[in-house]
């Protein structure tokens, strides 16, 4: 079975596999470029899907550097906004980890900023950026129990959307390995 939902606090985590522009949560997160342009991967897919004037709105915003995010609307997608991130080109360098780190980070902020509820991540940087699968599940799902555990009530739904079936296992026995330390 493809779908995974666990209880964090007063929020729930769920790992699905699919594809994030048909999410139906507030928010979709891109795994964009530092232009916030269009491209591959799944930055390609969210600005093929909400058309347009998501990259006319992306040209406003000044770019994004490593780490940060920033947010616009969602235009046609079914998410009311999207969440820009740029993560870490994965290089092996000690910063890596800080940088994926504050993108998820960043990412969680700004929804909550926002008065966001529920929220799709793709596993950012583990595409065509080269993070390794298995410590980028590590870190992303680390930063996100941490960051629900400790804003109860802030985000409803955190959703990881993972387009391949292997991806999802990784992410699944992640979870399962932190959910059983915990």
Request: aromatic residues 8%.
């Amino acid at each position: 079975m493809n779908f995974v939902k666990k209880q964090i606090g007063d929020s729930v985590l769920e790992l699905i596999v699919g594809n994030i522009v048909e999410q139906e949560t507030e928010a979709i997160v891109n795994a964009a470029n530092k232009r916030l342009a269009p491209g591959g991967g799944v930055a390609g897919a969210i600005h093929k899907a909400a058309g347009a004037r998501l990259w006319e709105e992306c040209k406003k915003l000044g770019g994004c550097e490593t780490g940060e995010a920033k947010i616009t609307l969602g235009y046609n997608l079914k998410a009311k906004y999207v969440i820009h991130t740029v993560g870490p080109v994965y290089s092996n360098s000690p910063k890596d980890p800080i940088d994926l780190r504050n993108s998820y980070l960043n990412c969680l902020k700004l929804a909550s900023e926002n008065n966001i509820k529920s929220v799709s991540f793709p596993a950012i940087s583990s595409g065509i950026f080269g993070y390794p699968k298995k410590d980028a599940s590590q870190i992303a799902l680390e930063t996100i129990i941490e960051y629900l555990k400790s804003h109860n009530n802030s985000i409803e739904t955190v959703k990881f959307v993972l387009y391949k079936p292997d991806d999802f296992e990784i992410f699944k026995k992640t979870l399962e390995d932190i959910i059983g330390k915990s």
